[in-house]
């Protein structure tokens, strides 16, 4: 399984290497016993969703993989949406969700459970009609929302310089604030 998951060595190859060694086993073999694995598991990331889900605070991700195009063999892009629980001080739990698109439906599906808590997240339409929903509160990043004033070509630029400063001044807070206390983070913060 390390050589699949770990070192990305498709089956095949393992197959390949394995029969150098004297050792017959079939790829479809191999193949069987990672989906066999997989479902061992799914109890495991069951589990570990629903203490997602249950975190006040959840931060959520969509990041793009490339992924072979059933039938054609052709690259294609999905998409790894990752979902990270946090509660106090205990270790955050994280969970992947692989896709084969960045559709709303998505983060609809995964965050359908999730109510009354704080997400974090990008500036992604999904996650806005989600929060228009008031089911939680939602913390789009900062990052992004500068960006987006970064690459702004129209609207006005004192308008825009000042919000930039702003955010700038947001940072440098933040900054500041981890190097501090819990409850002095929490002061800064507010």
């Known amino acids: 399984m390390g050589k699949k998951f770990a070192d990305h060595?498709?089956?095949?190859?393992?197959?390949?290497?394995?029969?150098?060694?004297?050792?017959?086993?079939?790829r479809q073999v191999l193949s069987q016993w990672v989906?066999?694995?997989?479902?061992?598991l799914k109890p495991?990331?069951?589990?570990?969703?629903?203490?997602?889900?249950?975190?006040?605070?959840?931060?959520?991700?969509?990041?793009?993989?490339?992924?072979?195009?059933p039938g054609n063999g052709k690259v294609h892009q999905g998409y790894m949406w990752v979902l990270v629980g946090v509660e106090g001080p205990n270790p955050a739990y994280r969970v992947y969700n692989f896709r084969t698109d960045r559709?709303?439906?998505?983060?609809?599906?995964?965050?359908k459970d999730y109510k009354d808590g704080v997400l974090h997240s990008d500036k992604y339409g999904a996650y806005e009609a989600l929060a228009s929903k008031k089911q939680f509160v939602w913390c789009p990043c900062w990052a992004h929302i500068r960006r987006k004033f970064l690459d702004g070509e129209?609207?006005?630029?004192?308008?825009?310089?000042l919000i930039l400063r702003k955010i700038r001044y947001l940072f440098m807070f933040e900054r500041i604030a981890w190097?501090?206390?819990?409850?002095?983070?929490?002061?800064i913060r507010k």
């Open 9 to 26: 060595l498709p089956l095949y190859r393992q197959a390949e290497i394995l029969l150098r060694e004297n050792i017959q086993i079939s």
């Open 44 to 69: 495991l990331f069951n589990e570990m969703t629903k203490k997602v889900l249950e975190s006040k605070t959840v931060y959520i991700d969509e990041v793009p993989v490339d992924m072979l195009k």
């Open 179 to 187: 190097s501090r206390s819990e409850e002095e983070r929490l002061w």
């Open 103 to 111: 559709c709303h439906r998505n983060a609809l599906e995964l965050l």
């Open 154 to 161: 129209s609207g006005d630029p004192k308008f825009v310089k």
């Open 35 to 40: 989906i066999k694995c997989g479902l061992l």
